[in-house]
């Protein structure tokens, strides 16, 4: 991707939802001729020149020191997610720009399989690089897809969200997921702007799904975290669920996410259900469809 492309829209895309208002500015109403804060008022709240602020948001981010993102990120009100973000864009590492980023094959140790097996009555899968599925457990199977059953290039969280029509009805609101989706993808797309494989799966996300390419555009940026998601599974009905995201500590692009149901809950007594129906639905399916690609954390590569 254009990292100064990328930048360029970033800023602008920060500045156009502030009004003068916010910041304490006059707003001058219908004499106003753009979205937003214009580049002045912007440079001013910074404590830049407008010059200098103009070269940054035209996408030149040579030598711009932290200190100066910061006081530009205070000004735009951005999240922490939204001020890494930028520093990524105007501040690539070399070292990341070296290592031929999302070519490296994305294995998950034996360990950590090993883990989603035992953790049992919680859903929990690994994903990857581009919010790719590495690897789950029998609830997790049951619960979000049958992973085991889809080709290797179509186990990808973004993939099912906008391609896969059974994810509008499981997300009650399938909107906010949609946008975190998004969002995280945007947040690995500044740290590793040269990933091919991303680059192809943006391309055709936004040939195949008009949401997908209007949210795109709109330049959200998030880390994947934790919250609660409210579910409706075609078996087990409606469930609330908080997840959590846990970075595996020697490789950051890997994380377990779990899902969990407060203990006493209707809740949990579907999530049990399924546990049960979905040990027999698994079970089934692979008596019928022997595994070849191993994806499953009990099946080995």
């Not at 502030?18 to 004499?31: F, H, S």
């Not at 399938?174 to 500044?190: I, N, Q």
């Amino acid at each position: 991707m254009d990292q100064r492309a990328e930048l360029t829209e970033f800023l602008r895309s920060r500045r156009a939802r502030l009004k003068p208002g916010d910041v304490g500015l006059p707003d001058l109403g219908r004499y106003r001729r753009v979205p937003g804060l214009r580049r002045e008022e912007l440079a001013l709240l910074a404590g830049v020149s407008v010059a200098y602020y103009t070269r940054l948001e035209q996408g030149n981010g040579r030598n711009v020191s932290v200190e100066v993102l910061d006081a530009i990120a205070r000004a735009l009100r951005l999240t922490d997610a939204e001020r890494d973000h930028l520093v990524h864009l105007a501040r690539p590492s070399a070292k990341k720009r070296k290592r031929a980023p999302g070519l490296r094959p994305q294995t998950v140790r034996p360990a950590v399989r090993h883990l989603l097996d035992a953790m049992d009555g919680v859903p929990a899968l690994v994903l990857g690089q581009r919010l790719d599925i590495l690897a789950w457990n029998r609830l997790a199977r049951a619960l979000l897809g049958d992973f085991e059953a889809m080709e290797p290039q179509e186990r990808n969280m973004a993939r099912l969200v906008f391609l896969a029509p059974e994810s509008r009805g499981l997300y009650a609101d399938w909107e906010a997921k949609a946008t975190e989706v998004v969002s995280v993808l945007r947040m690995y797309a500044g740290c590793s702007p040269d990933d091919p494989r991303l680059a192809s799966l943006v391309g055709d996300l936004s040939v195949r799904s008009d949401e997908f390419r209007r949210m795109w555009a709109a330049h959200t940026v998030q880390e994947k975290g934790h919250g609660t998601k409210v579910l409706r599974h075609p078996v087990a009905g409606e469930m609330t669920l908080a997840y959590e995201t846990l970075r595996l500590p020697d490789d950051h692009d890997q994380a377990v996410v779990t899902y969990a149901a407060e203990p006493g809950s209707p809740s949990a007594e579907a999530l049990r259900l399924l546990a049960h129906w979905g040990v027999g639905a698994v079970d089934a399916a692979d008596t019928a469809e022997p595994s070849v690609s191993g994806g499953d954390s009990r099946h080995r590569r």
